[in-house]
């Protein structure tokens, strides 16, 4: 193969094909002293690079080559020289093989090597050779995807129902998928998954990590992997595990473009806050070879240590400005080539840090809000890190929404029983107002959850009181302790007819609120078939069946799915839980009721001496015939009856207000709903349920 060089262009990071098999490769490093291009193209001989090239160029601190005679697959990586002091942080070593950060292709699935560390334990550099194993980037072909028209969905928040899953875990079991697409992208596009999704009324699937990643060493001794992948590698690369075929960028849009096609909105969940390369001590693999000191938040005056907000061992240094641009250059990436709708953001709290306090005016932040392309997706914080002041729940900017932690556990105690929170129960259905109205949000800004992947299942929260961790192999000390679950009277599984009632009522609660409430529903993939992980609430290593979907329809799996279907077609015939406007409290149209009316079980209105009683919550929401949803219409008056004490409660319809009852749910009999009832009709609610009545046919 015969090469020419020239000097190339700043202008482009990462590996630019330019035609006619010329290519412009440019990467940062403010520290470093010069650096090496490492091409493969010797097949007879792939371990080894066939060429080393110094790149001639430094613009500022962008340094740049273009390469003419490189076809488009070529393997490629980096060698760095620099100093080498590790109490000042500097770590540059040539022997290390590091992955271009733009690299939009990566060659191989990626595991830990003991060859990628870099630092000794006496401290001396490691002269091992990582090449042979590490991953490398492919010089990308010229782009001719044919997008067929699609673009973005752009619902609004407010329409917007996510289910979280796992690209792989989600239809690995699935049995309608030909074998060789079970567990993958293309898997995940086909026809018979969109249709589910869509029959069920999902409207956006988020997705654990997608970005490709390393799996750990210490999980490689145990024999497991890192199955969630928040352990990023490539920021702009695809997990090449999750594609069926050799080219997961393709089937990775042609997973998206089925998606779209069915209505389907893709959000992806990304993991900017830290990376693979851990502590100090850990793998060398891209940028901690390149300039560790601007990548990474080290300790003012001990650069040699890093700060550690995220408990993966390091910090990325978003303020830097090159570190900025390189994740608005990934999330555009994903936008502009792409066609994700939007991102979940893991940690988001750290990506706001100086590193010692969050400011969510930081510039990350304001690119964010600014940009043309990115300040009109979907933008959901996680919204908090193990840092100092790291809980951020409604602190994030305007155009964000939240994971909200509130909602999460107020609604589990609340179920469980737990005396003195039917007040912030209130609160957290009627849209959280007190956390995200101050700068403008609306309730869609809320993303309701009870369950996600980092937890117990639906069925495991009301199934188990501990976590059962360990198949993890680190003695059940990993995972969430404070669960706020019940098992009602057995540990795990049990044939037990009434436990077995309980628990299945007790689920359908949660599904019920969450869906209910105003905000942005948010539902967990496999809840809906009745999940479990036997008690894991930590699965993030188990790439095995504890953590891959069941598609079998037990009756108990199918009544869960057909009471989602039922939560979400009321849902979307009721515009008024979509509304853009939280309660007012100010009563509409003369007739002395509010927006939203808080009740006793007696009919009458609740007062604060109700909301602080020591028992476990029963009380009744009214909301207006005439409350005006996004579209200006009403859907007549609904009543909810909430009862999460352990005997029943018999409830009375609000007073004055002149109408006859349908119930439409009820979590006690989930095939019941059809009754009706008069105005003055006692009601008796199980224990432990939920009740919906809405207006059947006005008085006269």
């Not at 015939?573 to 002395?592: A, I």
Request: some cysteine; charged content about 25%; glycine content about 10%.
């Amino acid at each position: 193969m015969q090469l020419t060089v020239s000097p190339g262009t700043p202008d482009f990071l990462g590996a630019t094909p330019l035609g006619d098999d010329r290519v412009n490769f440019a990467v940062f490093s403010r520290q470093a002293k010069s650096i090496d291009l490492c091409l493969f193209t010797d097949r007879e001989d792939a371990i080894r690079e066939t060429y080393r090239l110094r790149l001639p160029e430094r613009t500022g601190d962008v340094w740049h080559i273009e390469v003419t005679g490189v076809p488009p697959g070529t393997p490629y990586g980096y060698r760095v020289n620099g100093a080498w002091n590790p109490k000042q942080g500097r770590l540059f070593n040539p022997d290390k093989l590091l992955l271009d950060p733009y690299a939009r292709r990566i060659d191989r699935v990626s595991a830990f090597h003991p060859s990628f560390l870099s630092l000794r334990a006496d401290g001396l550099r490691d002269k091992v050779d990582s090449a042979p194993w590490a991953s490398r980037g492919l010089v990308p072909r010229p782009d001719t995807y044919d997008w067929e028209e699609d673009s973005l969905l752009r619902r609004p928040m407010r329409d917007t129902v996510i289910m979280e899953m796992h690209v792989k875990g989600f239809t690995r079991l699935h049995p309608d998928l030909p074998a060789e697409t079970r567990g993958t992208y293309a898997g995940l596009g086909h026809k018979s998954v969109t249709d589910y999704l869509r029959g069920l009324g999902i409207t956006a699937v988020q997705l654990l990590p997608v970005h490709h990643h390393l799996d750990d060493g210490f999980l490689l001794e145990r024999g497991l992997v890192n199955y969630w992948g928040y352990n990023t590698l490539g920021f702009f690369a695809p997990e090449k595990r999750y594609a069926a075929g050799e080219d997961p960028v393709t089937e990775f849009r042609d997973m998206v473009k089925a998606l779209h096609r069915a209505g389907l909105e893709v959000i992806l969940d990304v993991v900017y806050n830290h990376t693979c390369e851990a502590g100090v001590d850990g793998p060398t693999v891209f940028f901690r070879g390149f300039d560790n000191l601007a990548y990474y938040h080290t300790v003012h005056g001990h650069p040699g240590n890093y700060h550690d907000d995220t408990g993966c061992g390091n910090s990325v240094r978003v303020p830097q400005p090159f570190t900025t641009r390189l994740l608005m250059d990934s999330l555009r990436y994903w936008v502009e080539e792409m066609h994700v709708d939007g991102f979940r953001f893991d940690l988001a709290a750290q990506l706001g840090r100086d590193p010692k306090s969050f400011d969510r005016t930081c510039g990350f932040f304001r690119a964010l809000q600014q940009d043309p392309v990115l300040g009109r997706v979907k933008l959901i914080a996680e919204p908090w890190d193990i840092g100092r002041g790291g809980y951020q729940l409604g602190n994030f900017p305007s155009n964000w929404a939240e994971l909200n932690g509130k909602f999460r556990d107020c609604i589990r105690s609340f179920w469980r029983g737990d005396p003195g929170v039917a007040g912030k129960f209130a609160s957290r259905i009627a849209g959280s107002e007190e956390m995200f109205a101050h700068n403008g949000r609306r309730p869609s800004a809320s993303v309701n959850l009870v369950t996600s992947h980092d937890g117990f299942t639906l069925r495991d929260l009301v199934s188990y009181n501990e976590k059962h961790n360990l198949a993890n192999g680190e003695k059940n000390r990993d995972g969430e302790a404070h669960n706020i679950s019940s098992n009602h009277g057995v540990e795990g599984e049990t044939v037990d007819p009434e436990i077995v009632a309980i628990r299945l009522r007790q689920a359908r609660n949660f599904l019920a609120t969450v869906i209910c409430a105003n905000g942005t529903p948010f539902l967990m993939a496999g809840d809906e078939a009745w999940r479990s992980q036997q008690g894991n609430n930590n699965g993030y290593c188990q790439d095995n069946e504890l953590s891959w979907l069941d598609w079998s329809t037990g009756t108990e799996a199918e009544g869960m799915r057909c009471f989602v279907r039922k939560l979400l077609a009321f849902r979307r015939d009721h515009p008024v839980f979509r509304r853009d406007r939280f309660y007012s409290g100010r009563t509409l149209n003369g007739s002395g009721l509010s927006d939203v009316s808080w009740l006793r079980p007696d009919g009458g209105t609740h007062g604060v001496n109700d909301w602080e009683s020591g028992k476990a919550g029963a009380f009744a929401m009214l909301i207006h015939r005439d409350l005006a949803d996004a579209e200006g219409t009403n859907s007549g008056f609904l009543v909810f009856f909430f009862n999460a004490r352990a005997e029943p409660v018999t409830f009375h319809f609000p007073s004055g207000v002149p109408c006859r009852w349908e119930r439409v749910i009820d979590t006690a009999e989930p095939d019941g709903d059809g009754a009706r009832a008069e105005a003055e009709d006692p009601m008796p609610v199980e224990s432990r349920s939920l009740q919906v009545w809405r207006e059947s046919v006005a008085a006269p």
